[in-house]
């Protein structure tokens, strides 16, 4: 797998929101690039402060659940939090791809990232060969790709035939006082503490790229389409988040 791996370099960073004709959020591959990569050098400390550390604590519980056996796959790993947790748990093979540089610069720094093996890819093209990892893996990174079809296909193609996709991301929480609750942090709190730090407005993003996410049922339906079946839905805390599990159909 070395032909796998690209060389790591520093990439310049933008500021925008861009938003393309409908209103949706402009999701192009070189823009979130370039946002992920100027807020690198604060993402662990904001991630853990913003969230309480619960962010960790949701990465353990993904591992648990998707019970790898095998050389596993984290997608989108930003500084490697996934792609640690696995490794902690098996002792097999654990790489982590991204497409952002220097966020990969920062995962490779960290003593709990040791044993795993960093590759720069996009999501929507992988690097890697079909049928390959018993564990393919994605956290809070699968909603920022610009075609999430082709994202999950891709996901799904490199895992081996009865092999599982785990997918944590953000959910919207459906109890109506502890939702207009998340909204408001969501939609105000949040952005400003995180823009503040970051000194840029990726939280802004953030906020908006949750806001505006598919649904858990639609994102289970999608899953199967690209090729999953048992897919099963885990809401955590209050269903803040979800981890979503299928197995790849043999």
Request: with cysteine; hydrophobic share 40%.
């Amino acid at each position: 797998m070395a032909q796998e791996a690209q060389e790591i370099q520093e990439t310049p960073a933008r500021n925008d929101l861009p938003r393309d004709e409908s209103g949706a959020l402009d999701k192009k591959s070189r823009r979130v690039q370039q946002m992920f990569g100027r807020i690198a050098p604060r993402y662990d400390l904001l991630n853990r402060v913003l969230s309480l550390n619960t962010d960790q604590r949701w990465r353990r519980r993904t591992v648990r659940m998707a019970k790898p056996a095998g050389p596993v796959l984290d997608v989108c790993t930003g500084t490697g939090d996934l792609a640690a947790a696995f490794a902690h748990a098996t002792g097999d093979q654990v790489v982590g791809v991204d497409f952002c540089a220097p966020m990969l610069v920062r995962g490779k720094d960290k003593k709990a990232c040791r044993s795993v093996r960093f590759a720069r890819g996009d999501a929507l093209a992988l690097p890697l060969p079909s049928d390959r990892f018993d564990v393919v893996a994605v956290a809070f990174g699968i909603r920022n790709v610009a075609d999430l079809d082709q994202g999950l296909r891709e996901l799904v193609r490199v895992a081996r035939p009865g092999g599982r996709v785990a997918i944590l991301e953000f959910t919207m929480p459906r109890g109506r006082i502890f939702g207009a609750f998340y909204k408001l942090y969501f939609g105000r709190i949040l952005p400003f503490l995180g823009n503040l730090v970051s000194r840029s407005r990726a939280y802004t993003y953030l906020n908006s790229s949750v806001l505006e996410w598919a649904s858990r049922e639609e994102l289970a339906q999608r899953l199967q389409a690209a090729g999953c079946e048992r897919v099963e839905v885990h809401p955590l805390t209050f269903g803040i988040a979800a981890v979503h599990l299928g197995v790849k159909a043999s």
